[in-house]
C-alpha cells in the first residue's frame, strides 16, 4: 500500500496543480509494469491495479493451465496450483492470479514519486509556455540572473529567458542582479521547461518602446513607417502622422525631449534619429539624411536605387560616422544609394542630363555598384590588415562598398594621416577600375 503521505501529495497535485487524477494513476501504472517484470519472477505481461482512494497496489497476471506432468514455462502454471485459488480451473484455460511482491508497495511509492516530480515539472512547463507564448513581440522587464556564458539567463518572475549574443546590443555590460528590458522574439517547448528567446538588438524593440513612450503611437494618430537600426549605435525610424494637427516627429521627442530620452537612456546612449515619413522618395531621402544639405536627388524606382549629389563639406555628413548615416538611410528607403561629390558650377549641368524619375541615368561617369565585380575586403591587394579590419568592423564587407568613401573617414583609423590616406584613397580606386574593366 502506497503511504498515506503520497496520498496527500496526490490530493494536492489534483487540487492546487490541476492535474488530473486519472492520469497520473495510469502513468503510474505503466511504471510499475516495468518495475513488476524486473521484481516478480515467472511474470510476462503483469497488471496493475490501484484502488483511487486508497492507493492500495496490487499485480496480477494471466497464467496459462498446464497438466502437472509438464514443466511450467513463463506465465503457465500446473492444474493443482491453480485450483489453490481458482477451484474452476482447467487445463488449456487461462486464470488471472494475484502475483504481488511483499516490498512491491515500497516500490510503487517510490516510482509514484518520480512520477508525480516528472508530472508536476510538466505541468509547471505548461503554465510557463502558456503564460508566455501569446507574449511575442511585447516587452517584458526582468532580472540577470546568469551572465557567465555568452548567453544571458533573464529572470521574468515565472520563468527564464536567454539574451543570446547576437540579440545583445554590443558593448553593453549584463551584470547579476540588472533590471532589463527586452523584447520576446520566440517561446517554444523543450525537453525542460520552455525556452523563451529575447532580444534588445531587434528593431521591432525600438518600435515597442516608442509604442510605450508616445500615446499618439498607441492610439493609432501616428504611424511608425519603417525603422532601420544598427543596434548600439544608431537607429532612424521614420514616423507619420494621420491627422495634420498633430506633428509626429514633436509627439515622438516629447516635451524637452523627454520622450526619446527614456528611450535613449534604455538604450544606453544609442542614437536615435525621428524622421518625417513622405510617400516621395527624394523627399523622404533628404529627411533620412539631415543634416546632411542634398544638392539633388536622382531617382531610379525600377532599379530601386538613388544618386545623391553633395557639396564637397556635406560628403562626410551624408556618409556619417563609420558609414551609418548612409547606410541606414537606405535600409530606411529601401534603395541603394550612391553619394556623389559635385562642385557648385557642375550642379545644373548635371541636372539637365539627369533622368526623368524611373528612368536609369546612361549620363554620369558614377561606377555603379552592379558594374563591379566585387570581392570581399580582404581580398583587395595593397591594403594592410589593420585597414581592412577597420573597414570590415565599420561595416564594409566588400570593395563595392568602398567606392564613395571619403578621405576624411580615414583619418580616424590609428596611424593614418594624409599621405598613407591619399595612398589608401588611390588603392580603392585603382581596384574598383580594374574590377570595372576585368
Known sequence: MINKELKSVMDYMEREKGLDREVLIETIKSSLQSAARKSVTNVVDPIIDINPDTFEVSVHEKFLVISDSDIPKANEIILSKAKNTNPDAKVGEHVLLEVTPDDFG?????????????KLRDAQADVIYNEYKDKVFTILSGTVRNNESKNIVIDLGRGEAILKPREQIENEEYRIGDRLRCLIIEVRKS?????????????????????????????????????????????KIAVYSKDPKVDCVGACVGMRGSRVKNIVQELNGEKIDIIPWSQDVATFCRNAMNPAKLKHVAEDHENKSLQVFVDKSQFSLAIGKKGHNARLTSKLIGYKIDIEVVEEDKMQEIAKKMPRAGKKSEQTDTIKESEIQDIPIDEIEGLNNKVKEYFKEAGYQNLSDLKNIHIDELYSIPGVGKTSAEEIIEIISKSIKERNNS
Open 191 to 235: 525537453s525542460g521547461n520552455p525556452e523563451i528567446l529575447v532580444s534588445r538588438s531587434h528593431p521591432l524593440f525600438i518600435k515597442k518602446l516608442f509604442e510605450l513612450e508616445v500615446p499618439e503611437i498607441t492610439d493609432g494618430v501616428v504611424e511608425i513607417k519603417g525603422i532601420a537600426r544598427e543596434a548600439g549605435f544608431r537607429t
Open 106 to 118: 515500497r516500490i510503487a511509492a517510490q516510482t509514484a514519486k518520480q512520477v508525480i516530480i516528472h
